[in-house]
């Protein structure tokens, strides 16, 4: 079955640093993924998607995520955190039209 | 404008008990989802409807029933809830049902059962 798995359960960075989030998937057909947020008793929100098209994707908020098929990694990256950035971030696979989510990584910012 | 909305927001109740959670799109999406997120935030999907029709049922137990009066509501029922239950329950709403398009989450039911 596939699965997703994000390497680290809580990250903290200092305000201004590079961000870097790891997700890493195990689907045998290529797959269609995606980069989620959820801030504080929020529902969660898309930040990014890769469908193919282009190996770096970019999307809202500074973030961007590289697609490489030979590590099987989908990882989320940020030159420069945002207090506003603390958030949950949840890094998904669409198996046949279902949402498989990564465990999630809670990102702390310091000031 | 909210585009999807839950009501209620807080939700505690007996063991026992049977409740409704509601869900509400103003996207004009084909289909609409029922997530729980569990005490460590790890989201499972539950069901998804296309046009009022069920098109994903995960393991879940028939005490959960999903009901679509049209493509803009998806409402969940729980029979007899049990402990387990408690949990952030999600609705999700996205244009097409293949999971390549973007899902609209709403702000969550925090289900507590005691």
């Known amino acids: 079955a596939q699965s997703v798995t994000q390497l680290g359960s809580h990250v903290s960075v200092s305000e201004g640093a590079l961000v870097l989030l790891r997700c890493n998937y195990s689907?045998?057909?290529?797959?269609?993924l995606f980069w989620y947020v959820q801030y504080p008793n929020q529902g969660l929100q898309l930040l990014l998607k890769y469908t193919s098209a282009a190996t770096l994707v970019k999307g809202i908020n500074g973030f961007e995520a590289e697609f490489k098929k030979s590590e099987t990694s989908f990882h989320l990256t940020k030159p420069s955190a945002h207090m506003s950035d603390a958030a949950e971030y949840f890094c998904v696979d669409n198996q046949g039209g279902k949402l498989i989510f990564g465990q999630g990584t809670e990102l702390s910012v310091k000031p | 404008d909210t585009a999807v909305s839950q009501t209620p927001k807080y939700l505690v109740t007996q063991m026992g008990n049977d409740k409704s959670i509601k869900c509400e799109q103003n996207l004009g999406h084909d289909t609409m989802y029922w997530y729980k997120q569990d005490s460590k935030k790890f989201l499972k999907i539950m069901f998804s409807?296309?046009?009022?029709?069920?098109?994903i049922n995960e393991t879940v137990p028939n005490r959960f029933s999903p009901k679509s009066p049209d493509k803009a509501h998806l409402n969940l029922h729980i029979n007899s809830l049990e402990l387990g239950d408690s949990a952030v329950y999600f609705c999700?709403?996205?244009?097409?049902?293949?999971?390549?398009?973007?899902?609209?989450f709403g702000p969550g039911t925090r289900l507590t059962v005691l």
């Open positions: 999700a709403s996205s244009q097409g049902g293949n999971g390549l398009d973007e899902q609209f």
């Open positions: 409807y296309n046009n009022k029709e069920l098109i």
């Open positions: 689907s045998s057909v290529p797959p269609y």
